[in-house]
């Protein structure tokens, strides 16, 4: 039992043959929630499951489980996931690794002959990037109670569709109420999908926290004027004081120790013509911080300054709560037996913070839950150039396998 | 002869007839250069001559005259102009206030059975807008031999078109050569499209000279990173360093006592994702200033700082001149005879800067020129809502009418 091993071939394998699925003609891979391509992943992952012995199922949100029975009637299962959606023109890494890591470690186990002393499930969850239907981990937070199962069904994506008429027209609709199985514990692995793992050369996260999110749409009007005849001091310009917001955010976050970050990602002018005096600026703000207070703090700081340069520059300002998400703890003792596994398996490892959403957060509002991390080459995620060595993948893995003989009794 | 007057309701009833060429369905006035809306204004525009008088003539460009012939064989001719193309959505007063104007003044005359001592030319100069073919002022420049014609007829628009083709097609490509009657002088009446007779009470602009206009768009390439998981003092964010451009150009002009303006009207990130740090911005600067040593030294100024800031936020810069003008100075004995004419008239003047471009900057190349403004209610300009009153446009005409008799040597 000591020399039990991933299948890092098989992994490795599957990631691949996943990533292939999606593609467009111009080798572009993109598989957006409940849509053909989904459905051919979801395909996929389903058969692999069924392969591993596992039992499928698909809740009413379309979460697809593979289910090992095992242990004492009733036991909570463990719970390992992640999604396996993508964003538009995507890498193959990020989501699919932690299903298909998940699921490598229970065919493992399976292939050992070991017996957990409770369920292993492995979970792709619904629609975690949010790019066809808002919000994203919309499928973990339904699962974990905290978005009503009709309501987000009823959710009209940016082509206009509904998701529950997606997910049954590409038949997976499932019959089970979300939540249906409640987890002793939750474990996702993940890319970084920062630098921070390559810059240090470690190659093991231990995930102890992941970022409170806040996104809001500010709109600033001001008054359209033309550029040649209207002296400085008579402008309302709401470009320039859309600026003064994008400059004020990283001059405080960055003048900080905190390790706040934010983004202005969205920018747009209104005319938009070159002589032109911007009659309206609406711009997205990201804010993201992992203690709640920190990030409760910016926004009111940011607030303060909108009213201010609203004053100072003769423009309204409008904001718009698009996203708001508490930072989450994640279980300490989970965490250490991250640290342990990494260590055992003579592996460096850090705590960190995750600075993207991940499901593990909305799971964590119902079991104990936790995080691994593997580096990302150059930080780069949401991208074709996503890339993660194969070594790091299996060490990944690895890591992974012993953590859960650990939370289901399979001693080595 | 001491009594003579324009003819005030000729001159606003044609405002309004040629304003009402081209609305849409929706009501918006939009005459692009050498459209079929451009057409039907030239046609209306050119029976309004030759109920004149006038003898219509058409140069290859498609600028149209209205010739009056008169005084010595070969004497060179005052011309009056401007153009009646538009913006989309235009009003009715930018550029048709300065033909018919021009046409009135030159009616009025006629009528009253002068004999000027030159001939007086009518003029509408092709493409003054520049919003289906670059540059703006087009026709003007073409005339005043400052790009050469065929050159200008390759143009192609942003509808795909070629402007030759247009011009041909809506039977406005005129057997002339551009330059072919070489003007004595030249007057253009015009609103001012700025707030400042409105706002000092002033109704007669006696204008001086005309910003030097730089037109450049800036390209910023950062690198594309997550908003959650790229630490602030990882990040390569072209969007952030756009907008510090921004803010840099208004506190550097706003700060100065010169008349420089600077605005930057069109702005795009590129992936423009809420979650993603902006790779790539673009945008416009619009620097203007009636002084070429200041000017030049406000593009200095923001070249230097565009080196600085490439290399204090990691980013490439490049910058791309879209156009360059240098100030003008008009004719001072013209502005002298606008003063004087607009204190006959009892009405107040004031000496002012052009801040747009106008068809007047071109043809100051070839003969002395200057310019009439009258009031721009709330310095609204190139939208539907651009209105200057009805006795402000008569006074208007009517100084004209009096600076063309000077220059004319029609006595009073």
Known sequence: MTDLR?????????????GEI????EGRLTRLAASDTDRAGRDAVAGWMRDAGLEVMVDRIGNLFGVWQAGPEGAAPLMLGSHIDTVINAGIYDGCYGVLGGLEVVQTLREAGVQPARPIVVAAFTNEEG???APDMLGSLVYAGGLDVDEALATIGTDGTVLGEELARIGYA???????LRPHAYLELHIEQGPVLEREGVPIGAVENLQGISWQRVTIDGVANHAGTTPMSMRQDAGQAAARVVTFLRDRVAGSNAPT??????????????NVIPSRAVFTVDLRDPDEDRL??????LARYLDDLAAAEGVTISVERLARF?????????????????????????????GAGHDAQMIARICPAAMIFVPSAGGISHNPREHTAAAELEAGASVLL???RKLTGVSP
Chains 1, 2 share one sequence.
Do not use: K
């Open 6 to 18: 991933i299948n890092g071939a098989r992994l490795l394998g599957r990631l691949q043959a996943l």
């Open 22 to 25: 999606g593609r467009d003609g």
């Open 131 to 133: 790019v066809r239907y």
């Open 174 to 180: 499932g019959p089970h109420e979300p939540g249906f």
């Open 261 to 274: 970050v934010a983004t202005v990602g969205c920018m747009a002018f209104e005319p938009n013509a070159i």
């Open 296 to 301: 409760r703090a910016e926004e009111d700081a």
């Open 326 to 354: 508490a930072p989450v703890t994640f279980d300490p003792a989970i965490v250490q037996a991250i640290e342990e596994a990494a260590a055992a398996h003579g592996l460096r490892s850090r705590r960190m913070t995750s």
């Open 402 to 404: 012993d953590v859960v």
